[in-house]
Every structure is written in structure tokens, then in C-alpha cells.
């Protein structure tokens, strides 16, 4: 059964940083990543990570936002750094397994907000 469990959000001030982790289990993962949405909105590509390394970013987190994982421990974190108000959204771990790339499995969701 594969579960993700995301940590790490919480209420921070503009400017200030916050570090989102996903813990994943249940399979061996590839591709993992972080979606967010916002209220009113469709949910967006924040930023994901191959079983490599290589990255892939939404344009508007680039430069402010790290994503990196730990393959050993099946954990993917998003670093991120200079936050704006219009960071403010739930923000979602995904990730696909090795034996299904084509299906999405997702986190519960963790809160981020910004205060201006």
C-alpha cells in the first residue's frame, strides 16, 4: 500500500523560508514531485525529481524553490526560500512507482501561507 505523508508547512512571513518533506512507502518510487493549489485554482506543477536528480521547475519558483530527495530514506523535500503571498496554497507530494508510471499517487496535502 503506498502511502505519502508531507510535513512541514505552517504560516510564515513574506521573504521567509519553509522546508516541505514527503515521506513515501508501500513501493520504489521514480519520478517524485510537489503540486500545489491554490483557492479557486486548478492544481499546478511546483516542481519534481527523478530517481537521478534531474530537476524539472515551474517557471515561477525558479531560483527560489529547491526540490531534492533522499532515495535511501524514500523522502523528497521542497526548500523553499523568498516567499510571496502567492505562494500561499495546499501543497501536494506526488509521485509515481517503477511498476506504474503511469499513475499518479498524492499526499493528504499540507498548508502553506504567507503573510504579507
Known amino acids: 500500500q503506498v502511502q505519502l505523508v508531507e510535513s512541514g508547512g505552517g504560516l510564515v512571513q513574506a521573504g521567509g523560508s519553509l522546508r516541505l518533506s514527503c515521506a513515501a512507502s508501500g513501493s520504489i518510487f521514480g519520478t517524485m514531485g510537489w503540486y500545489r493549489q491554490a483557492p479557486g485554482k486548478q492544481r499546478e506543477l511546483v516542481a519534481t525529481?527523478?530517481?537521478?536528480?534531474?530537476?524539472d521547475y515551474a517557471d515561477f519558483v525558479l531560483g527560489r524553490f529547491t526540490i531534492s530527495r533522499d532515495n535511501a530514506k524514500r523522502t523528497v523535500y521542497l526548500q523553499m526560500n523568498s516567499l510571496k503571498p502567492e505562494d500561499t496554497a495546499v501543497y501536494y507530494c506526488?509521485?509515481?512507482?517503477?511498476?506504474?508510471?503511469?499513475?499518479?499517487?498524492w499526499g493528504q496535502g499540507t498548508q502553506v501561507t504567507v503573510s504579507s
Open positions: 506526488n509521485a509515481k512507482t517503477i511498476f506504474r508510471k503511469d499513475y499518479d499517487y
Open positions: 525529481i527523478a530517481t537521478g536528480g534531474t530537476t
